[in-house]
């Protein structure tokens, strides 16, 4: 029962704060599953510590993060600031998906874009970011874009 009052203020208090109803919803949710999961047992710092290593096994960091900025929000609410509990370190990937590399005919496409839309910065941009694989830099021309002397000379 007091669960309950406390959840209803608690829902009082999010729409006072101009949240979200979406956002309403997920903290409510995720306050209940805390809840529940204690089943009457007193919230603290061990407990909610407890949760976190039960959420791991259950989830991705990512969305124990999410689940613990809920139940963050919460505890705050309560006054219960000394019951929360660090986020999960989430690792960053530092390569990228080979499936979103540009392949070469992706990247010629793109130059060509570039070059048909009058974008010389862009294009020159493209072709100096990629001269480290190619192990130089050289002076290109656009190919949209020759001089009077050279459209004399292809004369």
């Known amino acids: 029962m007091e669960n309950a009052r406390n959840i209803k203020r608690y829902e009082d208090y999010l729409k006072n704060e101009e949240k979200a109803d979406a956002t309403i919803r997920k903290y409510l949710h995720e306050v209940e599953q805390l809840l529940a999961y204690m089943d009457k047992a007193e919230i603290s710092k061990a407990a909610i510590l407890q949760y976190r290593r039960y959420l791991s096994s259950q989830y991705k960091a990512g969305t124990v993060n999410g689940k613990l900025s809920a139940i963050h929000s919460y505890l705050e609410f309560m006054n219960m600031d000394m019951c929360k509990v660090k986020f999960l370190k989430v690792q960053k990937k530092a390569y990228i998906d080979e499936e979103r590399e540009l392949t070469e005919q992706d990247y010629r496409r793109l130059l060509d874009s ?41 004369i």
């Open 114 to 154: 570039a070059g048909r839309m009058g974008k010389s910065q862009l294009y020159y941009l493209m072709m100096v970011s990629t001269a480290p694989e190619s192990g130089s830099v050289s002076c290109h021309t656009l190919p949209w874009r020759q001089s009077a002397r050279e459209k004399q000379r292809s």
